[in-house]
């Protein structure tokens, strides 16, 4: 996800979700409709909460600076930390396995379609080719679109997985999920750009209680 790409599709964002009962059950369920991977018709796909969570998660530079610095220095899916960030959203703490099965859901797609659209994207931003800088900068817009789109179908899909997790409260699954995130991404629990996305987690968890 780019900082260009989500800031470019915003829509009215639904209610806070109801809050789950802390317990220690698992649990398995699915979230949302089933997604058409298909980026031309998902941008008039229905509503997705998961969407729009991130969409609201990912209006704010300090996040998104610490999402890109995940995805260029770690090499990170920052897809799959918004899922884990929104399954706590909703009280869910998933384990190792679980996160693994999420990534492996969409790796094809963001190593075939996702990836290669971005890196078309990023060598058309300087206009470094002969053809003129307004046919380069019409070209990147329209990367730029397909990226959004295929990106938005890969939310859609991880949205219907039923991945299993452990019901609790929001602030607990959200630590334990960013430490699931670093453990799979090999990385410090404490590092800065995990802390921060944990911070911009207990900034709205906190908003949004104050406007219920």
């Not at 639904?14 to 398995?28: D, E, K």
């Not at 997705?48 to 990170?76: I, K, V």
């Not at 384990?95 to 999420?102: M, P, S």
């Not at 060598?123 to 679109?145: F, M, N, Y």
């Amino acid at each position: 996800i780019e900082t260009s790409a989500l800031t470019t599709c915003r829509r009215p964002l639904h209610p806070p979700l109801p809050r789950p009962q802390a317990c220690a059950r698992l649990h398995t369920r699915r979230i949302g409709k089933a997604p058409q991977l298909c980026p031309d018709k998902v941008m008039t796909a229905p509503a997705h909460p998961f969407w729009d969570y991130s969409l609201r998660f990912y209006a704010d530079p300090e996040t998104q600076a610490a999402c890109l610095d995940l995805q260029d220095r770690l090499g990170a899916d920052v897809n799959i930390v918004l899922y884990a960030l929104y399954r706590a959203s909703r009280g869910d703490q998933l384990d190792l396995g679980g996160l693994r099965q999420a990534d492996q859901a969409v790796s094809a797609w963001r190593d075939d379609v996702v990836r290669p659209l971005r890196q078309v994207r990023r060598a058309l931003k300087p206009h470094t080719h002969a053809l003129s800088a307004a046919d380069q900068s019409r070209v990147h817009d329209g990367i730029k679109k397909l990226e959004l789109e295929a990106e938005q179908a890969q939310q859609y899909h991880l949205e219907v997985l039923a991945i299993a997790a452990t019901t609790t409260s929001e602030g607990m699954a959200a630590r334990a999920n960013i430490a699931t995130c670093a453990a799979y991404l090999e990385v410090d629990p404490s590092d800065p750009a995990l802390a921060t996305l944990l911070n911009r987690f207990e900034t709205l968890r906190q908003t949004d209680r104050n406007s219920s």
